[in-house]
């Protein structure tokens, strides 16, 4: 599914690393720093570093610990999220298809990495798989047709829900409902769209403790990558390292007879094809989390 040529860009222990199939290389330390160590500042020179990243070589062989892999896109300036993404999601939600996509933020203090473990603040605790998409360019009033070109790459991650606060009173209150600490994992790593076969067709889900509980592709979705970086860019300038959580397919916990919800303790594996997986644990209020 995915080539092998272009490496993907990690966040290891804080520094932006490239990752290659069999070897990595801290980003700092290999372009003599020509970039820097920051994956987010990266990220602003996404176009000169991807010109240089198709010629650099692996240092060390093997893969990273991953273990000490954060969010790859650590500190964005905006973080956008669309609910109601996927036609079964939006069934089993009771809402219909019309008019324009759902568009909301997670705020970026909530974001973590691929084997974060998170704390369990809310008895109603949901999971959300979703295609994360990373802007490499910034713009306003992006073509729907040439939306990819101003994106840096693609990456897993979870919108963690508590239902609870974000269900809570006469207007709901999706954004701190989803933006508890831990609640953005992402990664493991940013793979650029150009690796991908078809960027707009990739396998998803999540499991909790085992069972699978998502399972769909992202050629499901109303709303596709391309419409949604026109979309929101008709409004918001979009930033180079910008984060869009594309929405999520059905199987989400608050809309199962009876309900599921994450519990400390439990085991949560999302995946997407030629992406990579997330695994994040679930712990009690007072546990450190690992970013």
């Known amino acids: 599914?995915?080539?092998?040529?272009?490496?993907?860009?990690?966040?290891?222990?804080?520094?932006?690393?490239?990752?290659?199939?069999?070897?990595?290389?801290?980003?700092?330390?290999?372009?003599?720093?020509?970039?820097?160590?920051?994956?987010?500042?990266?990220?602003?020179?996404?176009?000169?570093?991807?010109?240089?990243?198709?010629?650099?070589?692996?240092?060390?062989?093997?893969?990273?610990?991953?273990e000490l892999l954060g969010p790859p896109a650590p500190c964005p300036r905006q973080v956008f999220a669309i609910g109601l993404n996927y036609k079964d999601h939006l069934a089993e939600a009771g809402y219909d298809t019309s008019g324009l996509p759902q568009v909301f933020t997670k705020f970026a203090s909530c974001l973590t990495g691929p084997l974060a473990t998170v704390e369990v603040p809310s008895p109603r605790l949901d999971w959300e798989v979703e295609l994360v998409v990373v802007m490499g360019r910034s713009g306003r009033n992006i073509r729907?047709?040439?939306?990819?070109?101003?994106?840096?790459?693609?990456?897993?991650?979870?919108?963690?829900?508590?239902?609870?606060?974000?269900?809570?009173?006469?207007?709901?209150?999706?954004?701190?409902?989803?933006?508890?600490?831990?609640?953005?994992?992402?990664?493991?790593?940013?793979?650029?769209?150009?690796?991908?076969?078809?960027?707009?067709?990739?396998?998803?889900?999540?499991?909790?403790?085992?069972?699978?509980?998502?399972?769909?592709?992202?050629?499901?979705m109303i709303w596709s990558v391309s419409e949604l970086v026109a979309r929101i860019s008709s409004v918001c300038e979009l930033n180079s390292g910008d984060l869009i959580f594309t929405g999520t397919p059905a199987g989400v916990g608050n809309r199962r007879i009876p309900p599921l919800y994450i519990s400390p303790g439990d085991r949560l594996v999302s995946t997407i094809e030629g992406l990579g997986t997330l695994v994040n644990e679930f712990a009690l209020p007072g546990t450190r989390l690992e970013t």
Not at 20 to 39: C, H, I, N, T
Not at 185 to 211: F, Q, R, S, Y
Request: proline letters at 5%; aromatic letters at 12%.
């Open 144 to 220: 729907e047709k040439e939306a990819w070109l101003y994106v840096a790459g693609l990456m897993v991650g979870q919108d963690l829900s508590a239902r609870d606060v974000q269900l809570y009173g006469s207007a709901p209150q999706w954004s701190l409902g989803k933006s508890f600490a831990g609640f953005g994992p992402t990664g493991p790593w940013i793979t650029i769209a150009d690796e991908l076969d078809n960027c707009d067709d990739l396998e998803i889900g999540c499991a909790l403790n085992g069972e699978v509980m998502q399972s769909d592709r992202t050629s499901s």
């Open 1 to 66: 599914m995915v080539a092998s040529e272009f490496p993907r860009l990690a966040n290891l222990s804080g520094r932006a690393t490239l990752v290659w199939a069999d070897g990595y290389s801290d980003v700092e330390r290999l372009s003599s720093g020509r970039f820097s160590s920051d994956p987010q500042q990266v990220l602003a020179e996404w176009e000169r570093f991807k010109v240089w990243a198709w010629e650099a070589e692996a240092e060390l062989p093997g893969r990273p610990d991953y």
